[in-house]
């Protein structure tokens, strides 16, 4: 029997190798086995776990050390990691290794000759739905908190940036702790004068803001960025009750609806199993495309993986990518929901 595909799987997060959602390569796999039979892929594909708690809990060196093994375990395509911060840690070890990765972070700086991107957020496009939807909803002054860290800034930059454009005013910022369990002060500094208030981060200080927000009375707008996502959790969606954020799945998304009634009882809430799906369609199809079965052949295949049907983001939204294209969603991949009473609604 033909050796399988070796292709690693690295998980940056605190939740450990499976996460809230559980094990990852278990919807990975579907892409590869709808592939297997379709008499595209020859052998099988092995996924291969390495974890390293990477920022803001963990370190920098830890990611690296997982990504290390990965590198020197004769894997031919490495998936992960999910933390912006730690996108930007393993985009020159990529390069480095030679060795071609799937991030599915936020930031757009994650990508490289080596380093592919399948977004799930963006730290520069969320920003620019935030803005439009604020001034859609008539707000003119808009107070922000904002993580201190390289998410936190790139977005507030980005959000400044379309605020400019489209005539709002950035009455206030203060920026917070990664990992804050108390907010009074940053938020009592940005809702003065404010009619609408964002927050912007990994989300581990988003529960903090929302309850000083809660307490301060405050009824205008209230924003988050995809930070939103962890809302999937009751405890933390009960904290930001009433707050839009962007999400990454549409209902009216015809892919993911046709994915989710195959899935049946193995499908899970929310949006893990459209980018999961998505990005073992780019695993399995880049294996496919590959000219060869090299570190470099699996590149070249990732880049004639065109106009895919995406189960993320809005109908109509594409996945691939190209020569020196390396952002795998095309189109209106963003989604802003609410959440209500314990749900999440589309917006």
Same mark, same amino acid.
């Given at each position: 029997?033909? %050796?399988?595909?070796? *292709? ?40 291969? @776990? ?49 060795? @071609? ?22 730290? %520069? ?52 702790? *990664? ?81 989710? %009634? ?32 090299? &570190? ?43 959440? &209500? ?7």
């Amino acid at each position: 029997m033909a %050796e399988p595909y070796r *292709v690693g799987v690295l998980d940056d997060m605190a939740t450990g190798p499976s996460g809230p959602a559980g094990d990852p390569a278990d919807l990975l796999r579907i892409p590869v086995e709808e592939l297997q039979e379709a008499g595209r892929l020859d052998r099988d594909v092995e996924f291969v @776990p390495a974890h390293g708690l990477g920022l803001p809990e963990g370190t920098a060196a830890a990611v690296e050390r997982a990504y290390a093994r990965l590198a020197d375990d004769d894997v031919l395509l490495v998936v992960g990691p999910a933390i912006g911060d730690n996108a930007l840690v393993v985009t020159p070890l990529a390069e480095r290794h030679r060795l @071609p990765t799937i991030n599915w972070a936020g930031t757009e700086r994650g990508r490289g000759e080596w380093m592919f991107h399948l977004q799930v957020g963006s730290h %520069e496009d969320e920003s620019l739905v935030i803005a439009r939807h604020l001034a859609q909803a008539g707000a003119r002054r808009v107070g922000v908190v904002f993580d201190r860290s390289p998410i936190g800034r790139r977005h507030l930059q980005f959000l400044q940036d379309e605020a400019d454009v489209l005539g709002l005013r950035i009455s206030g910022t203060a920026g917070i702790a *990664v990992i804050a369990e108390e907010a009074a002060d940053e938020v009592g500094a940005v809702l003065g004068g404010a009619d609408a208030v964002v927050y912007l981060g990994l989300g581990l200080a988003a529960p903090a803001v929302a309850r000083a927000v809660t307490a301060a009375g405050f009824t205008g707008p209230k924003v988050m960025n995809t930070c939103g996502l962890r809302g999937y959790a009751p405890e933390f969606g009960r904290v930001i009750d009433g707050w839009v954020y962007v999400d990454m799945h549409s209902d009216r998304n015809a892919t993911l609806a046709a994915l989710r %009634e195959r899935l049946g009882a193995r499908d899970r809430p929310g949006y893990s199993v459209a980018y999961l799906y998505d990005m073992g369609r780019l695993v399995a199809e880049g294996l496919a495309r590959a000219p060869e079965r090299t &570190r470099d052949g699996v590149r070249a295949g990732l880049e004639a993986v065109k106009w895919l049907p995406a189960a993320q983001g809005h109908e109509g939204t594409l996945l691939g990518f190209g020569h020196r294209d390396r952002g795998a969603l095309h189109g209106r991949y963003l989604v802003l929901r609410q959440w &209500r009473d314990g749900a999440t609604v589309e917006l």
